[in-house]
Nanobody, 125 residues
Framework: QVQLVESGGGLVQAGGSLRLSCAAS????????MAWFRQAPGKERMFVAA????????NYADSVKGRFTISRDNARNMVYLQMNSLKPEDTAVYYC??????????????????WGQGTQVTISS
């Protein structure tokens, strides 16, 4: 069982930056592929970025490539999402997600087994 707690959301102006953090419980954290998703009001939860259990492979949605960076610190049970050059369309609740050990990641919400409660990111124009 994994529990995830996101933090770092807030209100920033367009062009600004934020770093989201996800703290994970459990001794098996280093074996979980991790991801960030986001959900805007009235829309489905969408894939943002994923990182393999080793940290060696990352994937991004086209809309955030070159602006967002996902990383992890297995010694601290942490996953991060560095968001730069933020746009109003990045406004959403951002969720951290974990996949069962040694998974290959994925782009669908159904690929992930554990979810955090979300953190609000609001970008003003």
């Amino acid at each position: 069982q994994v529990q995830l707690v996101e933090s770092g959301g807030g209100l920033v102006q367009a062009g600004g930056s934020l770093r989201l953090s996800c703290a994970a419980s459990g001794r098996a954290f280093s074996r979980y592929a991790m991801a960030w998703f986001r959900q805007a009001p009235g829309k489905e939860r969408m894939f943002v970025a994923a990182i393999s259990w080793s940290g060696g492979v990352t994937n991004y949605a086209d809309s955030v490539k070159g602006r967002f960076t996902i990383s992890r610190d297995n010694a601290r049970n942490m996953v991060y999402l560095q968001m730069n050059s933020l746009k109003p369309e990045d406004t959403a609740v951002y969720y951290c997600a974990a996949q069962q050990p040694y998974g290959s990641g994925g782009y669908a919400t159904s690929d992930y087994d554990y979810w955090g409660q979300g953190t609000q990111v609001t970008i003003s124009s």
